[in-house]
Structure formats: C-alpha cells, structure tokens
C-alpha cells in the first residue's frame, strides 16, 4: 500500500460462523447464501477459526473496542459501561490522523455512546440496541407483549412487516455512503475509518419473502447437533441456559421455522452487504479501502437444544473474520485462509498495523497486518490459542466460564462446575469431554495452566461488581431514546428514527375500505 488506506469495518451482529456458503458442510457449514461475502473470502484472507471475547452483544463489542479481554475492559453484560481509561481502535486510528464514524448498532451501556469515534450520525444511542421489533402487530409502541420477549423470538419468526426502506439496515447503508461521500468532498487527502454496524441475522428473525420463502417450509434441515447429546448436555451451564432461555419450550415445527428465519436473515444480510459494496464501488470508494467483515458473536439456531448465544459452545463463540485488502481485489495478492486461531480482540492491532498507527503495548491481541497482506506471521504460528469468556453467572452460581481454544482442542474452565475440554479435530460437534474420559491429559493440563495463569475466578468476581456499579454511577444514560434508532440531525439534534414504526399516526386501519383500486 503506497498510501494509508481506508478502512471499512462491516460488523453484524449473531453471525454464527457455519453461515457461509463458502464453508462446506464438511467444514460444519450450513446450505444458505452468501455471494456477497463468499466474493470477499475469494478476494481476501478468510481467517476460518476466529473467535469473539464475550459471547453476549454489549460485552463482545467493548472487548473488541478495547482489543483486551472482556474482563480487562469492563466487558461483563448487556448493561456495562466502555471504562474511559481505555483507548478503543476508533480513539487510536483518530489520533493518528484518521477521519472516524460509526454508523448503527453500538449497544453501549451509559452515556459513553461515541467509544472515540468522531462521528455517529445514526444508531442506538440508549435505545433497545438498534433491534427493529417485529413483527410489528406483536408490539405497541415499540413495546413487545407482556411475557411475550423471549417466547417471541421463534413463536413470530418469518416473514418481515417492516417496509425495507425503514429498515435499520437501510439506514446504515445511506448514512454510511453519505458520510463516506460528503468526507470525500470535504477531506479527500485524510483517510477514514468507518464501522457500519448491522443488526441482522439477529433476531427478530424476520426477513423478506424471497428469502424466507427459499428455506420454508422444505429448505431448510434439522440442527447438525441433537438436543440432549453428547456428555455436556447435563452440565449445570447447559441446563441453566435451557432454562433461562427456555429453550425447551420451543416445539419442532417451531424450530424448524425460526431456522429457516435465520438462514433467511443471513442470506439477506449478504444481499445488503452486496447493494452497499456495490454502491461504494461505483463511487471509486473502494479502491484505496481495506474491507473487513465480523460478527460480535454466533448463533446456536437449535443446536444442543440452545438458541441464541452466551454459552461456550463453538456456534456461540466463533464467527466469521475476513479481510480483503485493495491488493487482493487487483490480483496483486492471492487470496489465502488462515487456519490458526483468532480473535476479535485482534483487529483493534490489525487496523493499527494496517493504518501505520502506533499500537497500544497493553492490548491481548495480535497484529494481523501481515497475514493480511500476505506474509507468514511466525506470531500467529507461535501462539496456543485464542480465549474467550463470560464472568457473569447469567446461567447459575458458578457457571462463570473461560476457554482457551487452540487449533485442535478447547479447554472450558468453570468459577466452580465442572470443566470440559474436546478434541475439534477428532469431534468437531462437541461430543465427547475429554476429561470425563481421561484422555490427551498433556494436552489439555497445558491448556488448563496456560488458562487459568495469573488469573483467578474469585479477584475478577471483585473487580465486575465494584467496576459496574462505579461506572454506571459515573456515567449515567442521560437521554434514553424510546424507539430502537436515532438520528443526529444537522441541527444538532437527536430524535427518534423509528418512531413512524411504533409510534405511528395512522391514516388508515382498512387500506381497501378507505380507498378505491
């Protein structure tokens, strides 16, 4: 790269990463769609074992900002607060010189909404986490129906009543390509740095007809791994998480359908990603731009009796991470996959490394840059593995967990359940705990040690309950929105985004009654 380049960070949001057609089912894929992002595998480095820091939106997404583990920055639950001691990828890439926005889904507890980007014309600035309800006569007001959350999830999957051009997705695709044009006119020597943030494939799993329609009610096949299977399906963590999801009250047909939903939002998220790409292309934006694709976390969808995410399970914990540099899209660079572990904690270095800006020394993760432009990286080879956490008991007393996952095993340690460990190569799905049987006892004690070394269940249990409640006395939501998105005006101003959805003026309750065809 003769120049600095632009960066464009496309994060979604609950991508499980055997959503991509370019992943065969061999590999533990799933039969959906995804030209778009199979287009950027070919023109890239797919990194095919990345894994998040938290698997839980609010905590992933700091962990990730803050390029630490998720109990090093505040990273606890849905609620926490970005500590403003720490420096994020948006403050360092601002410092050294570049232009920065965010546009979309942050879901940050507190006032502290910007996480050092300069700009954030659009996204959920306290509201309900940028999620559009739907469908929309489930909820009043942007309400959903008492009791109604968590069964509404799989019970109202399917077809999509919100208008696609009200879509929180449509919204981030215009103001994105806005901002990035009106920086183009205004500043064309500076680079930018924009993250456009997407709430889909997380539920509500609702898409359009052309999508839903490919998978329901005969494309669409049974989870690649039973409920009840395998020797963690009686773990305390399992069962509290069944229950608190209340996983089990989900009926097969009802399942199936909230699948085929789920392929559905996956294969329309791609086809959003395509028109937004195309668009930027068009405009010659892309030409000096690195584009970078993730998801904060995954999506059980069914497996293990589970749905949704926070469980240490692979389709909770790893998503996809694909890099395609200007280089790649010329031919100058062949495309490559890169099969040692990553993590999303590795990005904050990476756009560091590929800005030419200055790396903070006390981040957790590692510089990609070179992989990335095609070097071997001997860091990546020397590296155990990567870790992943959840340092709230959400699922009972205990059940806190933290797993290293290297490019064969993974190693579950418990605050006090019993631990797990698996051999991925040998049992992909997660079957057989090593531990129960006695079996590659070197492999996994290293694993245990090189976890469990200078950390302790006990001083971070301390540390999560003083830290919360000091940075939610410090930095309080001050202006809370009531629909899921605002927009800051130019005025200044941030109103309600969504409020034609929920809080609606109607004009019309029979649309055939009040008006002739």
Request: net charge negative.
């Amino acid at each position: 790269m003769t120049e600095r380049p632009n960066i464009l960070f496309l994060l979604s949001d609950e991508h499980s990463y055997r959503f991509l057609s370019a992943r065969s089912g061999e590999e533990g894929g799933e039969p959906c769609h995804t030209p778009t992002l199979d287009g950027l595998i070919r023109q890239g480095v797919f990194f095919r074992q990345a894994s998040c820091q938290m698997p839980l939106c609010t905590p992933s997404r700091i962990a990730m900002l803050a390029g630490r583990h998720s109990h090093q920055a505040g990273a606890w639950n849905n609620n926490s607060v970005l500590p403003p001691e720490l420096s994020t990828f948006a403050s360092q890439l601002s410092e050294a010189g570049y232009s920065t926005c965010t546009v979309g889904k942050m879901h940050l507890g507190g006032s502290r909404q910007f996480a050092g980007f300069q700009h954030r014309p659009y996204g959920d600035f306290g509201g309900p986490c940028a999620h559009q309800f739907d469908p929309l006569s489930s909820y009043e007001a942007g309400k959903p129906r008492p009791g109604s959350d968590l069964r509404s999830r799989t019970v109202d999957a399917g077809l999509m009543q919100i208008p696609e051009s009200q879509l929180q997705e449509a919204a981030v695709t215009a103001e994105s390509v806005a901002w990035i044009r009106n920086h183009q006119q205004a500043a064309p020597s500076v680079p930018w740095m924009l993250m456009a943030s997407f709430s889909r494939p997380h539920f509500p799993l609702t898409a359009p007809s052309r999508h839903f329609d490919r998978y329901w009610p005969h494309g669409v096949n049974e989870p690649r791994i039973a409920a009840g299977s395998g020797d963690s399906a009686d773990h305390p963590m399992t069962r509290g998480a069944i229950a608190g999801f209340r996983t089990d009250e989900i009926e097969r047909e009802e399942g199936m359908r909230a699948r085929a939903a789920y392929f559905a939002c996956v294969d329309f998220l791609d086809e959003l990603l395509g028109d937004f790409l195309a668009r930027l292309e068009r405009d010659g934006a892309l030409d000096n731009t690195v584009i970078v694709y993730a998801s904060d976390h995954g999506e059980m969808c069914g497996e293990h009796g589970l749905w949704w995410k926070n469980t240490w399970h692979e389709s909770s914990v790893r998503v996809p991470l694909i890099v395609s540099t200007p280089e790649h899209r010329g031919g100058d660079v062949a495309a490559q996959v890169v099969d040692d572990p990553v993590g999303l904690a590795d990005l904050f270095p990476t756009f560091c490394g590929l800005a030419g800006a200055e790396t903070p020394d006390s981040l957790d993760g590692l510089d990609l840059s070179g992989p990335c432009r095609g070097d071997v990286s001997s860091a990546l080879q020397n590296r155990l593995g990567v870790i992943t956490e959840a340092m709230t008991p959400r699922w009972g007393e205990g059940t806190e967990f933290r797993v290293l996952r290297s490019r064969r095993h993974k190693y579950v340690a418990f605050r006090d359940a019993p631990d797990l460990a698996f051999d991925l190569e040998q049992d992909p799905c997660e079957q057989r705990n090593l531990l129960a049987h006695g079996e590659a006892k070197d492999e996994t004690d290293a694993l245990r040690a090189h976890l469990l070394e200078g950390f302790d269940f006990d001083d971070v249990e301390q540390t999560r309950l003083a830290q919360t409640q000091d940075l939610k006395d410090r930095f309080p939501l001050r202006a809370e929105g009531s629909t899921p998105n605002q927009v800051l005006r130019g005025d200044g101003l941030l109103v309600e985004a969504d409020a034609p959805l929920y809080d609606a003026d109607v004009v019309s309750r029979d649309i055939d009654a009040d008006f002739d065809r």
